[in-house]
DNA sequence: TTGAAAGCGGTACCAG
DNA sequence: CTGGTACCGCTTTCAA
């Protein structure tokens, strides 16, 4: 079933079918109307890849994320979707479960797939792809990854800067002896919110800290919270490197018999949804998302009213949000 | 950048990059040496869109849900996208938020980029699309709407059944007035919810239901419980269409200083993993999103062991999950 | 083992 | 306003 199929129907040529289709050209009421009819009674649908093909363009962006089962990078998507929806643009999304081997073959399908743009919001980026993506011209963004050039922009969160201000919460609240709750993916974003953390709490004298990781899940925070208790360390205070982590470290906690935060606090970051309706509320830091996929579609998506881009960097400012799940440390004589 | 650049740098044809690319026919080792070599140096990314245009199969299927940010959707598309991917295949995820609107332009859209197959696991389906789809030849599941045809598969769960478990086990602790928590999808399961609800509590004498419906998210839960409460109406047990708006719905009753199971016991429906690290864990209904995904997967794939599909129906019937939201009903005298 | 060429299903330019 | 036609980039016979 092709434009040929359709043309032949309505008694006209293939180039005049395409003109309806596309609302190009000055069509006759007449005609159209025959060859919209002849689409119908077909049930003609246009095959996208050859329109791509033949048209030079594929009205598609791609968006890749580390873990889309996370809010954070959901919410991320869904804003850049519906921006590139308002520009006509459709979105291809891709997840890597922080898989460096996903994530090339993701890149290369997008590439394959002639997207427009391409957003890469993960934490397992290779300086190899970096280069690759530099060279292909394509508008890409970074978020947390790599270096702005040429056709990249990045976006950066200040990530110490959030961390610190959890830690000077923290230690104003007491607390000296601190856990970390990490997850697997070494690099990147977690990379950094260690190191951060770690250097937020150098600042301060005799504070302790340990940490573990599970995946970037509910379960992955619990089974890290797990861990890290199992090992007979007793923090006053959990610093959790997102809030999925959090809700699944304050369920480790909750069937220990620890009362958060009478016997320990506990710490997000991101504050998607779930940190508000989790029980107790999650103390954390908020991390812009609509912003993010605000900037992500804008650089992507050439806008009618031009403007020269974003800039190569951007950084956001993360605030602390406080909630319920922090508090005073408890006196050092307690369980 | 394209076959033509890479066969003239390689000295050779197009057909002869071809078949390197495909490691299709027999190729001199030396000759394909030559090719790769090309690729690299060009970074060579071969159009997809010309492959599924010239090769006349896309190597894709279509996933199309309701919402993806509800981890019962998400949870079958991973499932769905792990199978594909182990068959050689992609998968095109589309999010309709409910709307009919969108509904239909995913589905053209995936037509349009000729999925191999499609599932549809929508609430807002309309009979239109359902019969434009029988048409179409391509193998299709529908999860929970339309009926089973030619090409069509349907995955359907007994809900009514779930919620009897849930309307006996609360009727067995006592209670007796009931509030139902739903969403704004109107059509589909949630119309079938609510009536399988309002059913399976007709089957006993003296109960009385009140419902309030929110969007399909956390918000939405704690929305429609807040306007079912604030109505003034008292039920000791609140049925909510599902695990995210029950979780929603625990945080309305917490703010309002109403302890559950205590004070109001409360259900979901679905067993998604929040509903076990909530705080407290939600007392559900299990329904087995890995097992759906992998009949997905296995009716719009040919497996190469053939077998010849599942038959046009598959039931499932779920299971309750006892967990810390329900309790008895407090005494009538209660506040 | 390799090359030439005919499509695949559209788009868009050029005539008429 | 409409038709003819040269591509778009790749796959796939058919010959050599």
Known sequence: MNLEHVARRARVS???????????????????????????????????????????????IGVIVSNLENPFFF??????????????????????????????????????????????????????LIRELAESRMPVVF??????????VNIRVNYARGIERIVDHLFGLGHRRLGFI??????????????????AVGRYPSIEVRAAAGGDTLEGGRQAAQELLGSGYRPTALICVNDITAVGALQALRSQGIQVPRDMSVTGFDN???????????????????RI???????????????????????????????DSTGPAPPAGAP
Chains 1, 2 share one sequence.
């Open 293 to 323: 996929g605000r900037i992500i579609c804008e650089s992507l998506i050439p806008a009618a009213e031009s403007e020269a881009g974003n800039g190569p960097e951007i950084l956001i400012e993360p605030e602390l949000v406080l909630r």
């Open 75 to 128: 919410d991320i998507y869904k804003t850049v979707e519906r921006g590139a929806h308002a520009r006509g643009y459709e979105v291809l999304i891709a997840n890597t479960d922080y898989r460096a081997e996903q994530l090339v073959a993701s890149v290369r399908l997008m590439i394959g797939r002639r997207v427009e743009g391409l957003a890469a919001v993960v934490s397992e980026m290779d300086p190899e």
């Open 272 to 290: 998607i949804a779930l940190s508000e309706f989790c029980y107790p509320g999650l103390t954390t830091v908020d991390i812009p998302r609509q």
């Open 14 to 60: 293939t180039a005049t079918v395409s003109r309806v289709l596309n609302n190009a050209g000055v069509v006759r009421v007449s005609t159209r109307q025959r060859v919209m009819q002849a689409i119908e009674e077909l049930r003609y649908h246009p095959n996208l890849h050859a329109r791509s093909l033949a048209g030079g363009r594929s009205g598609t």
């Open 143 to 152: 978020y947390d990854v790599g270096a702005p050039r040429g056709n990249i």
């Open 182 to 199: 990490g997850h697997h993916a070494t690099l990147g974003p977690l990379g950094e919110r260690v190191r951060a953390a770690m250097d």
